[in-house]
């Protein structure tokens, strides 16, 4: 991979500001030295940094990934705990109460979602319900808001679709959801906006004491001088403490899987937990903060700091035990499923957060797992303060504490809508029609305080992929926008991590270029409006144009897809609906090069190159047959497999696809090497 090229994102115009992608940039930061260089741009990272820019010192984020949040910030179950479960006297119970309070004041000024829904702690057996009296009490020592013991009557009022075996509940009122990755971002861009510098695809190699401080040195090679570290690596928080201190750290990580329902689900308004365990929280229903069901997460220690496969174990055992609260719960309506991995301490359980004692200079926010996220904002401002205490730091007196938010039209009112497209047509061409998300709102993610980095960055800024087909017809019109719009930028653009390509690389590292003169051309592509790209931009604008109304009409709700599998469509006139790996249940990793069918051609089109030379398309459908003859046409080599001969068992490979495993009917598995998988099966059921 060529990290001299700058990948997909711009400098940003900001003054101040830098946000960059790969390291090989001549002046990747506009300093010599840093007061503060800040490692990892997750939750904890750039509430950090936000917090830091109030002081008067200079301040650089560095992340090993495309984005902000990379890891657990981005895979969790986003509640605002309220603080009744920590242990009395940690460091957990402490800033979950403290960061809990401070949400809605942080959302004032950030403009994120978050509101309180309310939990509840379900009971089976009077052995829960003595746990739930405990945790009452509990929250009192913690001097968390309080909580209520409630019978089986009061909890069936509150949740009907409860199921009937549950006893009890502690109720929680002030339990609140956010959407984690929109707190980062609206962090971090505040942060931008107040002078703090952020350098991304550049993962920390090396921290070690020098004169100034510390030297931290990036996988590229480039070392950053600073007079003080703060340590927010996430789940390599402690082998980064390690670097430095003597004092050492362990994570054992633990993964929790989750299945993600399409939002015509609506079983419980509530986050519903289940009396917790010796093993945490255990598995709940919850609510996204975008209004979706979902539940999970499971909770299995592994050794590996990077695997974010999901299993079909796992996926079994969430959906199981998910059922004790919710009986009717299935997979029909799944969408998505993910992994979160946590950074648990592996000796005491608990946060690390401060100093460590015998590295002056050296801050830790290591070891946050759960409620790391309701703790976020109260741990920032701790240690931002205790880091400007030892930097000497005085107040930055033109800190603005207030953020702008990008138009977000699921967010507005119909004259709101209207008056944003009279002002800018783009926000009226839909792309993607599951979520509604308009190309003005892509548009606005490119030019941001941070520009969005990569694809997986505009799904998480607006929503675009989120919805029934995830992505499956919209992929190909927002990456051909994100070409078009930063001129420069040209396949292959990224997913979230360094090498985790749209479309495959050969072996010199470039994108396989089509001849889209051999009558390869958008008229193969089944009919779609607006979703399907094709090889002249200024067409589809043009047609998109003529359609031009305001996108989003006033509903965040998607369509559904057939839960039963059987050839669902979106809509009459947006074309063929595939349905997305995981409705078919198919674990794995969350690699790049997956695609229906048509997202497959439209990239060929839109992009004008191959999306794979090893392609094996799982599925029979009209539309597997098409791309198949498509790829072949185009050079690839393709294995067709009938999902009526072998089941798709796993798909492997990080960060892009390398095999899809077969499972026949009698349970042989066969591996299959391939850089691009096509799964297509939504006709056949
Ligand atoms: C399954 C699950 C469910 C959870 N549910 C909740 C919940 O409901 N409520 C709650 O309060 N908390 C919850 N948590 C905990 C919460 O998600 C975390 O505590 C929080 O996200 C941690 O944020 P962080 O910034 O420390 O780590 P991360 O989000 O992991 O961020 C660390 C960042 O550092 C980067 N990085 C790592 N190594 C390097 C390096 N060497 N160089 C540069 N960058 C690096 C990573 O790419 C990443 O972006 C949950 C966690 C999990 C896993």
């Given at each position: 991979?060529?990290?001299?090229?700058?990948?997909?994102?711009?400098?940003?115009?900001?003054?101040?500001?830098?946000?960059?992608?790969?390291?090989?940039?001549?002046?990747?930061?506009?300093?010599?030295?840093?007061?503060?260089?800040?490692?990892?741009?997750?939750?904890?990272?750039?509430c950090t940094a936000r917090e830091l820019a109030r002081y008067d010192a200079s301040v650089l984020v560095v992340e090993g990934g495309l984005d902000v949040a990379c890891g657990a910030t981005r895979a969790n179950s986003g509640?605002?705990?309220?603080?009744?479960?920590?242990?009395?006297?940690?460091?957990?119970?402490?800033?979950?109460?403290?960061?809990?309070?401070?949400?809605?004041?942080?959302?004032?000024?950030?403009?994120?979602?978050?509101?309180?829904?309310?939990?509840?702690?379900?009971?089976?057996?009077?052995?829960?319900?003595?746990?739930?009296?405990?945790?009452?009490?509990?929250?009192?020592?913690?001097?968390?808001?309080?909580?209520?013991?409630?019978?089986?009557?009061?909890?069936?009022?509150?949740?009907?679709?409860?199921?009937?075996?549950?006893?009890?509940?502690?109720?929680?009122?002030?339990?609140?959801?956010?959407?984690?990755?929109?707190?980062?971002?609206?962090?971090?861009?505040?942060?931008?906006?107040?002078?703090?510098?952020?350098?991304?695809?550049?993962?920390?190699?090396?921290?070690?004491?020098?004169?100034?401080?510390?030297?931290?040195?990036?996988?590229?090679?480039?070392?950053?001088?600073?007079?003080?570290?703060?340590?927010?690596?996430?789940?390599?928080?402690?082998?980064?403490?390690?670097?430095?201190?003597?004092?050492?750290?362990?994570?054992?990580?633990?993964?929790?899987?989750?299945?993600?329902?399409?939002?015509?689900?609506?079983?419980?308004?509530?986050?519903?937990?289940?009396?917790?365990?010796?093993?945490?929280?255990?598995?709940?229903?919850?609510?996204?903060?975008?209004?979706?069901?979902?539940?999970?997460?499971?909770?299995?220690?592994?050794?590996?700091?990077?695997?974010?496969?999901?299993?079909?174990?796992?996926?079994?055992?969430?959906?199981?035990?998910?059922?004790?609260?919710?009986?009717?719960?299935?997979?029909?309506?799944?969408?998505?499923?993910?992994?979160?991995?946590?950074?648990?301490?592996?000796?005491?359980?608990?946060?690390?957060?401060?100093?460590?004692?015998?590295?002056?200079?050296?801050?830790?926010?290591?070891?946050?797992?759960?409620?790391?996220?309701?703790?976020?904002?109260?741990?920032?401002?701790?240690?931002?303060?205790?880091?400007?205490?030892?930097?000497?730091?005085?107040?930055?007196?033109?800190?603005?504490?207030?953020?702008?938010?990008?138009?977000?039209?699921?967010?507005?009112?119909?004259?709101?809508?209207?008056?944003?497209?009279?002002?800018?047509?783009?926000?009226?061409?839909?792309?993607?029609?599951?979520?509604?998300?308009?190309?003005?709102?892509?548009?606005?993610?490119?030019?941001?305080?941070?520009?969005?980095?990569?694809?997986?960055?505009?799904?998480?800024?607006?929503?675009?992929?989120?919805?029934?087909?995830?992505?499956?017809?919209?992929?190909?019109?927002?990456?051909?926008?994100?070409?078009?719009?930063?001129?420069?930028?040209?396949?292959?653009?990224?997913?979230?991590?360094?090498?985790?390509?749209?479309?495959?690389?050969?072996?010199?590292?470039?994108?396989?270029?089509?001849?889209?003169?051999?009558?390869?051309?958008?008229?193969?592509?089944?009919?779609?409006?607006?979703?399907?790209?094709?090889?002249?931009?200024?067409?589809?604008?043009?047609?998109?144009?003529?359609?031009?109304?305001?996108?989003?009409?006033?509903?965040?709700?998607?369509?559904?897809?057939?839960?039963?599998?059987?050839?669902?469509?979106?809509s009459e006139d947006d074309g063929p609906f595939e349905l997305p790996r995981a409705h078919w249940r198919i674990p794995g990793s969350r690699c790049a090069g997956v695609y229906s069918a048509r997202c497959t051609m439209d990239?060929?089109?839109?992009?004008?190159?191959?999306?794979?030379?090893?392609?094996?398309?799982?599925?029979?459908?009209?539309?597997?047959?098409?791309?198949?003859?498509?790829?072949?046409?185009?050079?690839?080599?393709?294995?067709?497999?009938?999902?009526?001969?072998?089941?798709?068992?796993?798909?492997?490979?990080?960060?892009?696809?390398?095999?899809?495993?077969?499972?026949?009917?009698?349970?042989?598995?066969?591996?299959?090497?391939?850089?691009?998988?096509?799964?297509?099966?939504?006709?056949?059921?």
């Open positions: 991979m060529d990290m001299t090229r700058r990948q997909f994102v711009k400098v940003a115009g900001a003054a101040g500001v830098s946000a960059l992608m790969g390291e090989g940039l001549a002046a990747c930061a506009t300093r010599d030295g840093y007061d503060v260089v800040v490692i990892g741009a997750g939750v904890i990272g750039c509640i605002v705990h309220t603080g009744y479960d920590p242990l009395p006297g940690t460091s957990k119970a402490r800033y979950n109460v403290e960061g809990a309070r401070l949400f809605e004041s942080w959302q004032r000024d950030l403009g994120f979602t978050y509101y309180k829904n309310g939990a509840l702690v379900l009971a089976f057996d009077d052995a829960d319900m003595a746990t739930l009296e405990e945790l009452r009490l509990r929250a009192q020592a913690n001097g968390a808001p309080e909580t209520t013991v409630i019978g089986r009557d009061e909890l069936r009022e509150l949740e009907p679709n409860v199921s009937p075996e549950a006893v009890g509940a502690l109720s929680v009122p002030d339990s609140g959801v956010c959407d984690p990755y929109g707190l980062t971002i609206a962090a971090a861009e505040n942060a931008a906006d107040n002078g703090v510098e952020f350098l991304f695809g550049s993962p920390v190699t090396g921290v070690e004491a020098s004169a100034e401080g510390y030297r931290v040195t990036t996988a590229a090679g480039n070392a950053y001088a600073a007079r003080a570290v703060v340590n927010a690596a996430g789940i390599n928080s402690d082998l980064i403490n390690n670097m430095v201190s003597s004092a050492k750290l362990a994570i054992a990580p633990k993964r929790g899987e989750y299945h993600l329902f399409e939002n015509t689900v609506h079983a419980f308004t509530r986050t519903m937990f289940q009396t917790p365990s010796d093993k945490g929280k255990g598995v709940l229903v919850g609510v996204a903060a975008f209004g979706n069901q979902f539940c999970g997460p499971n909770s299995v220690a592994q050794e590996s700091r990077t695997d974010v496969a999901t299993t079909r174990e796992g996926l079994d055992e969430v959906l199981q035990k998910a059922a004790r609260t919710w009986p009717d719960v299935g997979a029909g309506n799944v969408i998505s499923n993910f992994v979160g991995l946590r950074a648990s301490n592996a000796d005491t359980g608990d946060f690390v957060v401060g100093q460590a004692e015998d590295a002056p200079g050296f801050f830790n926010a290591a070891c946050i797992d759960s409620p790391g996220l309701a703790s976020a904002p109260a741990i920032a401002q701790d240690l931002a303060s205790q880091v400007a205490g030892y930097l000497g730091a005085g107040d930055n007196r033109d800190f603005n504490p207030k953020r702008t938010p990008a138009p977000l039209l699921v967010m507005m009112d119909e004259d709101q809508k209207a008056a944003l497209v009279a002002q800018d047509a783009a926000y009226g061409r839909e792309v993607c029609h599951c979520c509604h998300v308009s190309e003005g709102e892509l548009v606005a993610q490119l030019h941001r305080p941070i520009p969005a980095g990569c694809l997986d960055a505009l799904k998480w800024r607006t929503g675009a992929t989120m919805g029934p087909c995830q992505g499956g017809r919209c992929t190909a019109r927002i990456a051909e926008i994100v070409m078009r719009e930063l001129g420069e930028a040209e396949p292959p653009l990224q997913k979230r991590f360094a090498g985790s390509t749209l479309v495959g690389e050969d072996a010199d590292g470039q994108a396989v270029r089509l001849d889209l003169g051999d009558g390869a051309t958008a008229s193969e592509i089944p009919a779609g409006k607006g979703a399907s790209a094709n090889s002249d931009g200024a067409a589809n604008d043009a047609a998109a144009d003529e359609a031009a109304a305001p996108a989003g009409a006033g509903e965040a709700t998607a369509p559904a897809a057939g839960a039963d599998g059987g050839g669902a469509t979106a990239l060929m089109d839109a992009l004008g190159c191959l999306p794979g030379e090893n392609a094996v398309v799982w599925g029979d459908t009209d539309l597997a047959r098409r791309c198949a003859e498509r790829l072949r046409a185009a050079g690839a080599s393709v294995e067709v497999v009938l999902p009526q001969s072998e089941s798709l068992a796993r798909v492997d490979g990080t960060p892009r696809v390398e095999e899809a495993v077969f499972e026949a009917s009698d349970g042989t598995l066969r591996a299959v090497p391939c850089d691009l998988l096509v799964v297509s099966a939504a006709m056949s059921g």
